[in-house]
């Protein structure tokens, strides 16, 4: 299986600030990557697919690239709502898996 | 609107059997992949299984095959996960998610996931 590996784990941020989170594919999986938000005892939320295109409805200060095994989740002017934990998610073959989490809180 | 309701969860012994079920509104659920993603308490989202719209692909994460299978009732709206011989480690949250896109069976097509449940609780435990 394809393992995925975010970094960091935990990201100490402020109101406005830019903030980037980095995810590792252990082989190339081209750019089929979404990246998801979960906020604590919700289900997670489609951000990004392949690997760039914006979800329908989500905020243009959140933007992805990359392609082959390393990929980037940017969030221009951090707000508020925007503390939670992010999830990047490889399609490339039918065994799908998700990074560990890059949990988002207050600094 | 799209809403996508599970049920059945519950506490279970380890090696007994429980069946998930995720109703599903608002889209036409035939032409759409269907997975089912767990989350252990506090940890995160670990993909379990999914079935192209028309069941021509249906795969598992490695941890769950020969003790889960996943099916579907296209005339009830219904997705099913039933769940055998189960362990403690398969005590998570889990959620029913859709595929972005119909009518696609590749995995780069129907592999991720625009709308999901609110996710019913499974705890294995003597």
């Known amino acids: 299986d394809i393992q995925m590996t975010q970094s960091p784990s935990t990201l100490s941020a402020s109101v406005g600030d830019r903030v980037t989170i980095t995810c590792r594919a252990s082989q190339s999986i081209s750019g089929w990557l979404a990246w998801y938000q979960q906020k604590p005892g919700k289900a997670p939320k489609l951000l990004i697919y392949k690997a760039s295109s914006l979800e329908d409805g989500v905020p243009s200060r959140f933007s992805g690239s990359g392609s082959g095994t390393e990929f980037t989740l940017t969030i221009n002017s951090l707000q508020p709502d925007d503390f939670a934990t992010y999830y990047c998610q490889q399609y490339n073959t039918y065994s799908w898996t998700f990074g560990q989490g890059t949990k988002v809180e207050i600094k | 609107q799209v809403q996508l309701v599970e049920s059945g969860g519950g506490v279970a012994q380890p090696g007994r059997s429980l069946r998930l079920s995720c109703a599903a509104s608002g889209f036409t659920f035939s032409a759409y992949g269907m997975h089912w993603v767990r989350q252990a308490p506090g940890k995160g989202l670990e993909w379990v299984g999914g079935m192209s719209y028309n069941g021509s692909h249906l795969n598992y994460v490695d941890s769950v095959k020969g003790r889960f299978t996943i099916s579907r009732d296209n005339s009830k709206n219904t997705l099913y996960l039933q769940m055998n011989s189960l362990r403690a480690e398969d005590t998570a949250v889990y959620y029913c998610?859709?595929?972005?896109?119909?009518?696609?069976?590749?995995?780069?097509?129907?592999?991720?996931?625009?709308?999901w449940g609110q996710g019913t609780l499974v705890t294995v435990s003597s």
């Open positions: 998610a859709k595929s972005r896109r119909a009518y696609c069976s590749f995995s780069t097509c129907y592999g991720f996931f625009d709308y």
